[in-house]
């Protein structure tokens, strides 16, 4: 690898001790942050922000560019320090971290400019990865790819292995997932440690192209990601062996260490640090997307025709929900439907019929199917409406609530609310989400009354930014 004149090994190996040198300035300036759960993905940053990913740095939100979640947000310094070291904003501002009058927060939110989603909530970022490959892959039809880093710890979220099963299932080839196993929780080692074996089957069962990587050998994290840009028909897992606190003498891999700044260990630290850095000079800047990806328009939307009903009709609102949806289809190419299993009781199949292109089946995995939506929202490139029962999206809740967190213009549907589904007993009914959606910041409800005015809710909804929830009845 070495000989590879297209890739500086020495560089990034450079550049990954620098990340971890402004992670730990960072978080001593604050005197608080995660600088051990930073220091164990340095590399596998360096190699992505300097080797693999595409992106623009004078517009990090470029449709066009490459995407990444970072999944285990408590790990935000080195976000924000790999963004500061390409060159989006000074160095010296990283020592801003966590002050009230600055948005490097402890966690990422899009009050960032180069951030697409809040994270922090653990568990959630791969779902939101998905939302945006299957954009990519199906509607965008555009060569960006989507990278997500998720922790180990969180690998122990029933949501993780939701998504894992979505995107293996839609073939999301244009997905790159990076499980960071550095052994360690917040308060004791994770459930596998360092199982490598145990992940590989595990993602290898969930139908991924599964590589296993010393997360600490850019050569190896090189050749990994190399391979994953041709891999066709599966998301590429890259489970990376790693050590937290990696570099970090007297630390590396000990417990007792999370969530903690370093101190006056970290002065020591980083001249241990600055003696393993050959050139001080970064050199290598962020490569361009490989090609423009489509304009689209995602505002004006209204029905094709406007309700037409006869007067003393009685039609269910779920239904003129359905009816709705699927005219607001006909006038804008960019609105698509997402369902957990019950499309043919929200009526949502009434899209999926006229435009199953457009229409996304994430079956009963409602917490996934949130996050999805989140996902296809991002970035202005889809008018996104997601349905299920009221009922069960009351397990999404907290998908819900980083939703507004992230500021996300998604549109949910529940239908068989209230008591009025009677005969399929209290599981069934949705009792709780009016008061759910009403504590979400940015969260507009509408509980429309008749079949008249859930039509224009739903061209409403469309055309309002932030979270809107539609409450129908059977």
């Not at 004149?5 to 450079?14: E, Y």
């Not at 061209?459 to 809107?468: M, V």
Request: charged content about 20%; some cysteine; aromatic content about 8%.
């Amino acid at each position: 690898m070495k000989g590879d004149k297209n890739v500086d090994i020495q560089a990034l190996k450079d550049i990954a001790n620098k990340l971890r040198i402004d992670s730990i300035v960072a978080t001593n300036a604050s005197k608080s942050g995660h600088p051990t759960s930073c220091a164990s993905m340095a590399e596998i940053m360096s190699v992505l922000f300097f080797h693999t990913m595409r992106y623009k740095i004078s517009a990090p939100k470029d449709p066009s560019a490459d995407r990444f979640i970072l999944s285990k947000g408590h790990a935000a310094p080195i976000l924000y320090a790999a963004w500061a070291e390409a060159g989006l904003f000074p160095v010296e501002e990283l020592k801003n971290l966590r002050k009230l009058d600055s948005d490097l927060e402890g966690h990422p939110t899009p009050r960032l400019n180069f951030v697409d989603v809040g994270t922090g909530s653990l568990g959630q970022g791969l779902a939101v990865a998905a939302g945006m490959a299957y954009v990519g892959k199906y509607f965008d039809q555009a060569p960006y790819r989507v990278y997500c880093l998720i922790g180990d710890g969180e690998a122990a979220e029933g949501s993780v292995w939701e998504s894992l099963h979505f995107a293996s299932h839609y073939k999301l080839d244009n997905l790159v997932v990076i499980f960071d196993v550095n052994r360690l929780g917040q308060s004791e080692p994770t459930s596998l440690q360092h199982k490598l074996d145990v992940y590989d089957a595990r993602m290898k069962a969930f139908g991924l192209h599964s590589l296993v990587v010393d997360g600490h050998d850019v050569s190896e994290l090189v050749k990994a990601f190399d391979e994953a840009s041709s891999v066709q028909g599966k998301p590429t897992a890259i489970v990376a062996k790693t050590f937290k606190g990696k570099g970090f003498p007297g630390i590396e891999d000990l417990e007792n260490w999370h969530g903690k700044a370093l101190g006056a260990e970290g002065d020591k630290i980083i001249k241990h640090l600055q003696s393993q850095i050959k050139n001080n000079a970064i050199t290598l800047k962020a490569r361009a997307p490989v090609s423009e990806a489509p304009r689209v328009h995602i505002g004006d939307v209204t029905l094709s025709a406007p309700p037409a009903y006869t007067p003393g009709e009685l039609v269910a609102t779920r239904l003129a929900y359905g009816t709705a949806l699927k005219k607001i289809a006909d006038t804008n190419m960019r609105v698509i439907a997402l369902d957990g299993d019950t499309k043919n009781s929200t009526f949502s199949d009434k899209l999926r019929n006229a435009y199953p292109e457009r229409y996304i089946e994430c079956f009963i995995a409602e917490q996934n199917l949130v996050g999805v939506a989140t996902g296809a929202a991002c970035r202005d490139r889809a008018i996104v409406f997601a349905s299920t029962f009221a009922a069960f999206f009351t397990r999404t809740f907290d998908q819900i609530r980083m939703g507004a967190i992230s500021q996300s213009n998604i549109n949910l549907a529940g239908s068989h609310c209230g008591v009025s589904i009677g005969e399929d007993g209290p599981s069934q009914m949705g009792l709780e989400d009016l008061a759910l959606f009403r504590a979400v910041p940015s969260a507009t409800v509408f509980y429309p009354s008749d079949a008249v005015s859930t039509e224009r809710a739903v061209e409403l909804a469309a055309n309002t930014r932030g979270i809107c929830y539609i409450r129908t009845s059977r």
